[in-house]
């Protein structure tokens, strides 16, 4: 779980750092390939239709939480590579204010070399998994 | 004639292109799109420099010039698939538009409420959709006749819905995009018949792989995409046999579909200007000409022996895999073939292909009712071009298995 003494930018910087000390693409996606084997799995009983990330190919179901002024969340998907970048993406967000999210970027992931991942093109879930990121930060702001 | 494969290669500008170091990027989503050979490449640069006009219009030399590029075009069409009359070709922007354009001047003369539309389980979203948007405007109804386990039509189930009397279309892929086999459209098109019913067929993929020769088996209306079979994007056809074409009404209105034009009444040119409404996309258009010259070039036996035994090693190698399920393993099998793999996800098993240097389709390839019935959300589709080689088969399928690895 994040630290939350570490901005979301640290965590970030961590991440890239870590993605730093591969070798080369076969490194990096063995170790999404293990980030996505430890992401908790979410409850079946969470995985509900409105909670499904529509209109991918991978699909993704993430559910969110408001504690204490701050989002936890969880999250899941059938494609193993696309549940290790949604793990990154959790150790980011996870425990943090609605204002914090809203103002993060994530340009993290192309320093990383995972951009493609990222495009809007590639239907894997992960751009519509981080629209629905904020826009439950939209929905708690202020709260 | 071109002759063997390396020639067939060096046709194509982007085989030539490598990726990352010397590597080249082995494309196997031929049934998505084609790459281009340089003949088409170079006919468009050079018409878009040399004979861009707007086409049927002008009187001047360069306008005519460009209506003869796209109406050689047309011409090229009907000699591949040995139409009558090249006023049986309208040229659309692709299959999609094709079929749109057929439900919608078939229905509005021909469909009236109870009438029944026949389309068999194993179709493209594009062939469809339309269908069903047609029915809820008529009152129509849409019946399917079930592909079998291993992907085989059950003619026998056609038949005896269409001996019920009420089907007026029958509307069926040639060659599934997602299940590879040839289907018997022969047989298919004899059974229409025999009940009254005209048949459809979508060529997208039969184009491509089968070829067809509409007065050898007489279909009625025969579809396909231009960029599919080496001509650029944005190229269609919708054959259609004239007598039967020349009692539809037109569907869009506009500029060159029309003979007289008044301020209440229009009376509508003939076929095949009367369903080209508007400024076509002429120049892509008119590269189905050096698209299909490429093809009628090649030793059409030898690339497809080649595709055969690149078909058949796969088949095999991919098989012999533990876990795979092929999806659409009976009759006779296009170089186009679908798996899924048992604690692999399709979009993984993509994503590190494409790491890997080669390029596959993954998802639901357009056919989201077919996948459901096996079970399916989504697939990994192979397909393959003239262009494609053994040693890009043997390739793929050491990647497949390091990928594998990695996901297992
Ligand atoms: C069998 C089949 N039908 C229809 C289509 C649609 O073709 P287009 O997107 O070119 O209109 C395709 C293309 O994927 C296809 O394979």
């Known amino acids: 779980m994040t630290d939350n003494t570490s901005s979301i930018k640290q965590v970030q910087q961590e991440i890239v750092d870590e993605f730093a000390a591969f070798g080369d693409w076969m490194d990096k996606y063995e170790y999404l390939i293990e980030l996505g084997h430890s992401l908790p799995v979410i409850d079946e009983q969470k995985k509900q239709e409105d909670r499904l990330i529509k209109g991918c190919q991978s699909r993704v179901w993430l559910d969110s939480e408001f504690r204490d002024g701050r989002l936890w969340f969880t999250a899941d998907s059938d494609a193993i590579i696309t549940k290790g970048i949604i793990s990154l993406l959790i150790r980011v967000y996870n425990g943090r204010t609605p204002d914090e999210i809203l103002s993060a970027d994530n340009s993290f992931i192309e320093e990383i070399g995972l951009r493609e991942n990222l495009s809007p093109t590639r239907a894997n879930g992960l751009v519509s998994m981080m629209e629905q990121i904020r826009e439950d930060a939209l929905k708690y702001k202020g709260q | 004639m071109i002759q063997d494969i390396d020639q067939i290669r060096s046709h194509f500008p982007y085989l030539q292109c490598a990726r990352g170091g010397d590597r080249q990027l082995i494309y196997f989503d031929n049934a998505a799109t084609t790459q281009k050979p340089r003949a088409v490449i170079d006919a468009t640069s050079r018409w878009l420099q040399e004979a861009n006009a707007n086409v049927h219009r002008a009187i001047y030399g360069l306008a005519a010039s460009a209506t003869e590029h796209y109406e050689a075009g047309r011409e090229a069409v009907r000699g591949l698939i040995n139409a009558a009359s090249k006023d049986e070709i309208v040229l659309t922007s692709g299959t999609t538009a094709s079929i749109n354009l057929l439900a919608n001047i078939y229905g509005q003369k021909y469909i009236r409420p109870g009438d029944e539309i026949l389309l068999s389980e194993g179709e493209h979203h594009s062939n469809i959709v339309p269908w069903q948007m047609l029915c809820a405007r008529t009152g129509a109804r849409l019946r399917y006749f079930p592909v079998g386990e291993d992907g085989q039509w059950d003619l026998g189930a056609a038949e005896r819905i269409l001996a019920e009397g009420k089907v007026k279309i029958v509307s069926a892929a040639h060659i599934s995009n997602v299940l590879g086999i040839v289907n018997p459209v022969g047989e298919l098109t ?211 298995r390091k990928v594998l690895a990695m996901l297992r």
């Open chain 2, 190 to 400: 004899v059974l229409a018949h025999r009940y009254g019913a005209v048949i459809h067929l979508d060529g997208a993929q039969g184009i491509v792989h089968e070829g067809i020769d509409v007065q050898e088996t007489p279909c009625d209306f025969y579809s396909f995409s231009g960029h599919k079979l080496y001509a650029l994007t944005g190229t269609g056809v919708l054959y259609g046999r004239r007598s039967l074409l020349e009692t539809l009404p037109p569907w869009m209105g506009g500029g060159e579909m029309v003979d007289t034009v008044t301020y209440e009444r229009t009376t509508y040119a003939p076929v095949p200007l009367r369903f080209e409404a508007g400024t076509p996309n002429f120049i892509a258009a008119a590269t189905l000409k050096p698209a299909i010259d490429f093809v009628t070039s090649v030793d059409v036996p030898q690339v497809r022996e080649n595709e055969k035994r690149m078909t058949d090693y796969l088949m095999r190698e991919l098989n012999a895999v533990d876990g795979l399920r092929i999806i659409g393993s009976g009759g006779k099998k296009a170089p186009l073939i679908s798996f899924t793999v048992e604690g692999a996800h399709h979009s993984d098993i993509a994503t590190l292909l494409d790491k890997m240097g080669v390029a596959v389709r993954s998802g639901q390839m357009c056919s989201e009712p077919l996948l459901a019935k096996f079970g399916l959300t989504g697939a990994v589709r192979v397909s393959l071009a003239a262009y494609n080689t053994m040693q890009e088969c043997e390739a793929f399928m050491g990647a497949l």
